[in-house]
């Protein structure tokens, strides 16, 4: 038989031995390669690729080459003869171990072919499962305990040997009481001088520990390699002069090489084709440090580059392991992150701004350079809470614990403060700060971001607008004392002379127009103060229950000259019912009164004027309505804004129709602060107008005793002493005329010091006195009066004065006034203020409590 012809032997090995059982072993396999086919020579399983991550393992002498190695360099022949003599003479004696390195058990077996009867030594009648003897086994018996595909096997490998070369190598799996065995045989086969085989001899090893072992191993290298292709990560195996290089699959499917790729060429070449990134890369894979991460871009089958940071740590048997990460998307998003914090600092640097950002615990960890530039203060020194020496020492405390209450309760902050700036000069700037929250981290304390900006001008404009609106709120108070002033002996006189039955036509007439214009400028001056009050939101209100037909009347009352000047036909129409609400009459009337003298003043003469009252659920609605001039559309929308005035017509018959433009917008707030609204309709010029005010409606109020009726004024016998105390001798004289006319004793002084000295001597029930006298004004006037022994005595003292504002008010009340009254003072005034002294004079507890009458409305 040829050694073509002859049957190849049996590889018993695990599947798992095939040296592709890497896909991811590269450089290094051609080197296994070789070996295996050495051994299948040898008819033997070849050896295994062997991987760099395989622990250390005890040798398994069947996948071993340097096994066979050492039992080839011995005679196959002596040592096969030398069990055989050794067997024949003492059937009991235990083959040396030696040959075999002590890895198995190891026994002895002759086999003579002529008669078929095998001799055993004692271990190997025991792994055969035969008697101590051995007799009784023949050929045939022992492959009947072979398995049956591997008889074969065994017969062609006996059958291979030739006189020229007797030995042979098997490996077959063997039936024993113990169960299946895996036997490896070296055996020698001996012929004839006719060349034919007579006898077999052999050594046999037991390595089915070895072989379990090796499955097992190559089951646990297989999970590790199937781990080592299924992790995201590049991995690679390397020997520290880079000659053995594996890699796993992620590592081919990122970077695009194939496995043929680098096995035909230099990986590391591909990887990094220019040489100094190849040493670059050939010093971190060697020598880097477990746990230190290193950029190595590498050139992708694309020609690309790749962003991968790579770790390398040492192996046991001085190899290496690298694990590379592709970073291309984190590096990408690095660089937009880098784009977006160069933007924003260019955006920082060039706003005028100030803007910084801080920690979760407010200190400042970034402040643009405006802050240095503005400062003159040296980069970075505002980290922190650096940023506080530049504020001026009286703002340093406010703005720390300002600014430390924000972070703490993680709330918005606005701060003002002055800044010192280069040139020394201290600026008012103003800082806005809001947290900065992570939605990932909720309960996480926020970090914050601010600008802080130069209010500077605008500090100073709005301090010399308020100046200004201070100088003009004095003007106004000024202007209407002085005006009020020479009006009040004006009305005065007009007071005086109705009194008097005036005959004479003309006359009458005279009185009447000082009578109308008199009042016409007082209610101008009211509106001018009112206007002024509602600027500066110090227009307060005095509600109470009442029923609006007490409201109506007063407003038609005052409404009434308006209406007969030029004929107008009114028409008024109020529910028999009692309708309430909660408001101040005074000033609601004042609301109708202007509604119902703007309907008069752009109604022709004898025009048609209504007022009607509209009960609602909740609601009470007053509907003014004429058939004059009308609205334009474009006038609507601003109607009740300030100094807004219909068209000016050139006609003066009854009086102009412009006006100052104050009288809605007054109406417009009163109403409001009354919890209401007016809305206002008309078709357009020349079809008339309707005003709606809407009012909240309220229950009606529990009884109340009716106040005690003002008794009668006492006679001319003198029964009321009054004293008025005014240097401005036309406003006292005719204030003295009038209350003399009326049938008072009156006296006149023109200064503090002479009320004081006619007070002195006799008993007064009343004192009227100015507050803005020259040598000493009415507030030091009134102390001293009631610090005399007058002030024991019932005395009402009243303030008469052009000044009416709330701050005056205050001020004279404090001085010991009993009531203020805004000139000029009406008979109607006048006469309540009479009652009200005439009822302190007849009570024996003192002076009455402190109120307040008169022309002018609470401010």
């Not at 695009?256 to 990986?267: A, T, V, Y």
């Not at 025009?607 to 004059?628: F, K, M, S």
């Not at 006799?762 to 006195?769: A, G």
Request: some cysteine.
């Amino acid at each position: 038989m040829t050694q073509a012809e002859r049957p190849s032997s049996p590889i018993l090995a695990d599947p798992a031995d095939r040296t592709d059982a890497w896909p991811w072993a590269l450089r290094g396999d051609r080197r296994a390669c070789t070996a295996g086919r050495r051994c299948a020579r040898l008819a033997v399983a070849p050896p295994r690729a062997s991987t760099l991550l395989d622990p250390p393992a005890r040798p398994v002498v069947a996948l071993r080459p340097q096994v066979y190695g050492a039992l080839m360099n011995l005679s196959a022949e002596s040592r096969c003869a030398g069990v055989a003599q050794r067997a024949a003479s003492d059937p009991r004696a235990e083959p040396a171990g030696a040959l075999v390195d002590g890895a198995a058990p190891t026994f002895g077996l002759e086999w003579d072919l002529r008669t078929d009867q095998l001799r055993h030594d004692t271990a190997g009648a025991r792994a055969l499962g035969l008697e101590t003897d051995g007799n009784g086994e023949t050929g045939a018996d022992f492959l009947a305990r072979v398995h049956p595909a591997d008889r074969a096997g065994l017969r062609a490998a006996i059958a291979a040997a030739t006189p020229a070369k007797p030995t042979f190598c098997a490996r077959y799996r063997l039936e024993a009481p113990a169960g299946q065995r895996v036997i490896q045989d070296q055996g020698r086969v001996r012929f004839d001088a006719a060349g034919s085989a007579i006898a077999v001899t052999s050594v046999s090893a037991d390595v089915t520990a070895d072989v379990a072992a090796h499955a097992d191993h190559s089951r646990r290298l297989d999970l590790l390699v199937d781990v080592m292709d299924r992790l995201p990560a590049m991995v690679m195996v390397l020997d520290t002069e880079l000659a053995d290089v594996r890699v796993n699959r992620s590592m081919s499917r990122i970077l695009g090489w194939s496995r043929f790729d680098l096995e035909e060429q230099d990986p590391l070449s591909l990887w990094w084709p220019q040489p100094r990134l190849r040493e670059h890369a050939r010093a971190t894979l060697v020598h880097g440090g477990a746990g230190t991460w290193t950029d190595l871009p590498m050139m992708d089958h694309d020609g690309n580059w790749v962003d991968v940071a790579w770790s390398s740590a040492s192996l046991p048997d001085g190899r290496r392991v690298a694990l590379g990460i592709d970073v291309r998307e984190q590096r990408c998003t690095e660089r937009r992150l880098a784009a977006l914090e160069r933007r924003f600092r260019t955006m920082a640097e060039t706003v005028p701004d100030i803007l910084f950002t801080t920690d979760a615990e407010g200190r400042a960890d970034y402040v643009n350079d405006r802050f240095y530039r503005t400062t003159g203060l040296q980069p970075g020194s505002a980290l922190g809470e650096g940023w506080l020496d530049a504020l001026h020492p009286d703002d340093r405390a406010n703005a720390r614990n300002v600014w430390r209450e924000a972070v703490a309760q993680g709330r918005s902050l606005r701060l003002r403060y002055r800044l010192r700036c280069a040139d020394g000069a201290y600026r008012w700037w103003e800082s806005r700060a809001r947290p900065i929250t992570d939605p990932d981290s909720p309960d996480a304390k926020p970090a914050w971001f601010g600008a802080a900006s130069d209010i500077d001008e605008l500090v100073c404009t709005r301090e010399a607008l308020e100046e200004a609106d201070r100088q003009k709120d004095e003007f106004l108070a000024i202007l209407g004392h002085e005006l009020r002033n020479p009006m009040a002996p004006v009305r005065n006189a007009v007071d005086l002379m109705q009194t008097h039955r005036l005959t004479e036509p003309q006359l009458a007439w005279a009185v009447g127009v000082i009578d109308r214009q008199t009042r016409q400028m007082d209610r101008l001056l009211d509106d001018l103060l009112d206007v002024s009050r509602i600027i500066r939101g110090k227009l307060h209100l005095s509600p109470r229950v009442v029923d609006i037909a007490e409201v109506i009347s007063q407003a038609v009352d005052a409404s009434r000259q308006q209406l007969e000047a030029r004929a107008h036909q009114f028409q008024l129409d109020v529910p028999d019912a009692p309708l309430y609400l909660a408001a101040d009459p005074a000033r609601l009337a004042q609301v109708l009164t202007n509604l119902l003298n703007n309907a008069a003043k752009y109604t022709p003469e004898g025009g048609h004027i209504a007022l009607q009252v509209e009960a609602r659920p909740g609601t009470l609605v007053l509907h003014v309505r004429d058939d004059g001039d009308g609205i334009d559309a474009d006038l609507r929308a601003s109607l009740f804004r300030t100094f807004t005035q219909g068209q000016r017509r050139l006609e003066r018959t009854g009086g102009s129709k412009s006006g100052l433009g104050l009288g809605l917008a007054i109406a417009a707030r009163i109403t409001e602060l009354h919890g209401g609204r007016i809305e206002v309709d008309s078709p357009g010029p020349g079809g008339g107008a309707t005003f709606s005010v809407y009012l909240p409606r309220t229950d009606a109020p529990a009884p109340e005793r009716a106040p005690a009726q003002c008794a009668e004024a006492p006679a001319a016998s003198g029964e009321l002493s009054v004293l008025v105390v005014d240097d401005n001798r036309d406003a006292a004289d005719g204030l003295a005329m009038l209350l003399t006319a009326m049938g008072h004793r009156v006296q006149t002084c023109h200064s503090g010091a002479e009320a004081l000295a006619v007070a002195g001597g006799e008993r007064l029930h009343l004192v009227l006195l100015d507050l803005g006298m020259d040598d000493m004004d009415g507030f030091e006037t009134a102390r001293r009066l009631r610090a005399t022994d007058a002030v024991g005595r019932p005395m009402l003292l009243a303030a008469v004065s052009g000044y009416g504002d709330n701050r005056t008010r205050e001020r004279a009340r404090a001085a010991g006034f009993d009531r203020h009254l805004t000139k000029p003072v009406s008979r109607e005034a006048l006469a309540q203020l009479l009652c009200d002294a005439a009822a302190v004079g007849a009570r024996e507890d003192g002076p009455a409590d402190s109120g307040e009458t008169g022309q002018g409305g609470p401010e």
